[in-house]
């Protein structure tokens, strides 16, 4: 079973590019921690990361958040990158049909395939989506398709996640991972379970997400990346925040593995 592999192990069993670094940088950080940074401003962005890069193997944006969105912002990311050894996933959650998605993968005010290392995917418009960001790079790319969703009272079907993962075999070189809450909803151990809906203050927000310990979604529900937004991003201290986050979620991990 997947769940209790090393990230070493299945960095040797990925066919997808990303999802092998992604393993790779886990395992060297000692972090399975992904920072989802929702701010506005692109300097705040780059100040937490900054501060928290350290900590993360995985930098989540949304771009078209930003207000002040420039292509001096992405090579500071770029930069900031390399030198803290985390990946970027841009959660763009494209829907469309696949001529659409390719123009807003390559094209338009944020040009998300020059620098997203993944991005996020519904599997609701059918596999043409897949085919259209397939086609759209010649550099190493992963795609997290939506399996399920953290949020209460989401329309996600048991049978809309099983064709879901369905859907993805077909395409191993370009799907990194499930955006997805539990540990049966697929087998491959080369791909990555994308958890988001982690935090260790509150159980819920007042617009329907809904909150998991670390323990529950890495020890019962079978994340190997957990995402933390508000858990970090709203912290008076976001660094100490990251780390506390970081150690419990690793700690998980080892006792996962460890049987
Ligand atoms: P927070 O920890 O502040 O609730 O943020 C969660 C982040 O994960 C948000 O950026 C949201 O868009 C994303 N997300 C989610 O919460 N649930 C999902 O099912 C899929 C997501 O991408």
Request: hydrophobic share 40%; proline share 2%; charged share 20%.
């Amino acid at each position: 079973e997947r769940m209790f592999l090393s990230y070493e192990k299945r960095a040797e069993l990925s066919t997808n590019a990303i999802a092998k670094q992604l393993f790779n940088i886990m395992a060297a950080k000692k972090t399975n921690l992904c920072l989802s940074v929702d701010l506005t401003s692109s300097t705040k962005i780059l100040d937490l990361i900054e501060k928290v890069g350290n900590h993360v193997c995985l930098i989540k944006t949304h771009v078209d958040i930003i207000e002040d969105f420039s292509s001096g912002f992405v090579s500071s990311l770029q930069h900031l990158a390399k030198k803290l050894n985390f990946l970027i996933l841009e959660d763009r959650k494209y829907a469309d049909i696949g001529h659409t998605v390719s123009l807003q993968y390559t094209r338009g005010l944020y040009n998300v395939s020059d620098w997203a290392d993944c991005v996020t995917c519904h599997s609701l418009p059918g596999e043409g989506i897949l085919k259209a960001l397939n086609g759209a790079s010649n550099t190493d790319k992963g795609v997290f398709l939506l399996a399920e969703m953290s949020s209460e009272g989401n329309l996600i079907t048991q049978q809309y996640t099983q064709e879901t993962v369905k859907m993805a075999e077909k395409y191993a070189e370009l799907i990194c991972g499930f955006v997805c809450q539990n540990k049966d909803t697929f087998k491959n151990p080369g791909i990555i379970q994308l958890t988001p809906g982690v935090q260790l203050e509150s159980s819920k927000d007042n617009l329907g997400q809904v909150y998991n310990t670390p323990e529950k979604v890495v020890l019962e529900n079978g994340g190997d990346v957990m995402v933390v937004g508000r858990g970090i991003v709203a912290a008076k201290n976001s660094e100490i925040q990251a780390v506390l986050y970081k150690d419990a979620l690793w700690k998980c991990y080892t006792k996962r593995i460890s049987g």
